[in-house]
């Protein structure tokens, strides 16, 4: 069974910090292309970052300067250090493998990611 495993959520003050951490358990076809999503309720999933094998990053405008992506691809683990969070950034925070083939990074659309893991829950409180 292909699996992506987050962890690291957790309830933080607003300007703290968190790391998420997603480990990838069986077989996932691709990891090339590996990305950061979050979904609050009523809202639609928004993307955040994405890192290539090689740590090409992209990151949307809400969280450029504050979110840093990165991998361990011996681990076979992403990771998003987020920084000065803010009460907007509760939600429920998934991350995601590309599945094209052959491997290509370069959005933050829903579409264009295969493998999702169940989510890892981050409050921020006032």
């Not at 009523?42 to 090409?56: I, N, P, Q, V």
């Not at 990053?57 to 990771?79: E, H, P």
Request: proline share 2%; net charge positive.
């Amino acid at each position: 069974q292909a699996q992506l495993v987050e962890s690291g959520g957790g309830s933080v003050q607003a300007g703290g910090s968190l790391r998420l951490s997603c480990t990838a358990s069986g077989y996932i076809y691709s990891m090339y292309c590996m990305a950061w999503f979050r979904q609050a309720p009523g809202k639609e999933r928004e993307g955040l970052a994405y890192s290539d094998r090689y740590s090409t990053t992209r990151y949307a405008d809400s969280v450029k300067g504050r979110f840093t992506i990165s991998r361990d691809n011996a681990k076979n683990t992403l990771y998003l250090q987020m920084n000065s969070l803010k009460v907007d950034d509760t939600a429920i925070y998934y991350c995601a493998a590309g599945g094209r083939q052959p491997p290509y990074c370069s959005s933050l659309l829903l579409d264009d990611y295969k493998w999702w893991g169940q989510g890892t829950q981050v409050t921020v409180s006032s």
